[in-house]
């Protein structure tokens, strides 16, 4: 239409699209300077492990690489797609890619942090560079339903970019393995976190507001943010089983919505796992005790979190 007129076409309006498109439009404007000036800024970093600092930066860069594709997605939203079928598929892979990328990094953040803390096991750098390369790997992937399904699909006079199953067999294929990777990545964040909650209430010296409220924080914002697109997955397969065409629908347009929410947890990871790095800002104050008499636990967790 726009070829042929020389105008835009009138951008839709309708409250499905506007609301995603509000939220990854303030996503962009908080997540792109965020993690931009953490790859450049590198804030605290000088506290933190080259093994902590190696995943700092690729949760950056991969959440960086995620705010790269919402301006499209936000004009997506509004007139439609307009790049063609191979770009529709090439993107949304990568897309995919770099949420996944994102979303392993903070489970590997997670086990890592509760291995030292819990375990006082530790990685050395050539295992840590392995362990990148494999999360990419994994994440590339994970990521290939994309170049499947992802067709180009008329939407109230608008193309969209979209998924289009050809089967409902396919729809569970996919859509199971979604859900299993969610819950999955769900249940071991909060599992190692509050592990090193137990422990970190354990010892006296950790005992503290700061450190409490750092943990309760990544807790509750990853969940809040990844539990409804998980719980619109497992309700999407659960209408797809009862062959429920119109609760397909709805959990749909539910999950649109849900998913631009995941933005929120690329715009806010800097903040969670980067300014407020009070885990790691406390052990350079517990050498304050390393001289004094019985302080053997003292000085493992001073080990523990200075290398976190």
């Known amino acids: 239409i726009s070829s042929i007129t020389g105008r835009l076409p009138s951008p839709s309006m309708d409250s499905g699209g506007v609301v995603p498109g509000l939220l990854m439009s303030f ?10 000036a953490v790859i450049i800024l590198k804030p605290k970093f000088q506290q933190l492990s080259s093994m902590t600092q190696s995943l700092m930066l690729n949760l950056a860069v991969s959440d960086l690489l995620v705010m790269l594709t919402v301006p499209l997605w936000v004009y997506t939203v509004f007139y439609g797609w307009i790049f063609g079928m191979v770009a529709c598929k090439i993107i949304r892979y990568y897309m995919y890619c770099c949420v996944y990328a994102s979303l392993l990094t903070i489970v590997t953040l997670s086990l890592q942090r509760y291995m030292l803390v819990v375990h006082q096991q530790f990685c050395n750098q050539t295992k840590m560079r392995l362990i990148l390369v494999l999360l990419w790997l994994v994440a590339l992937i994970l990521s290939i339903p994309a170049l499947v399904v992802n067709q180009l699909t008329l939407n109230q006079e608008l193309v969209q970019c979209k998924n289009m199953y050809s089967s409902r067999a396919q729809k569970m ?3 199971l393995p979604e859900c299993i990777v969610g819950f999955t990545s769900l249940f071991i964040i909060t599992f190692s976190y509050i592990q090193l909650y137990r422990k970190v209430k354990q010892t006296p010296f950790f005992n503290n507001p700061q450190t409490s409220r750092l943990v309760t924080s990544i807790i509750i914002v ?3 943010l990844w539990s409804p697109y998980s ?4 309700l999407r397969v659960s ?4 062959q429920n065409e119109r609760l397909e629908k709805v959990f749909e347009n539910v999950q ?3 998913g631009a929410i995941i933005y929120l947890n690329s715009c806010l990871n800097p903040l969670l796992y980067t300014f407020n790095s009070h885990i790691c800002k406390c052990g350079r104050q517990m050498t304050l005790f390393t001289t004094q008499p019985g302080c053997f636990v003292t000085n493992v967790f001073h080990n523990c979190c200075i290398n976190s």
């Open 27 to 36: 996503c962009f404007l908080v997540g792109l300077p965020g993690n931009i």
């Open 173 to 175: 294929a996919i859509l």
């Open 222 to 224: 990853f969940i809040c």
């Open 231 to 234: 719980i619109a997955d497992v």
């Open 239 to 242: 209408a797809t089983v009862l």
């Open 256 to 258: 649109d919505i849900t």
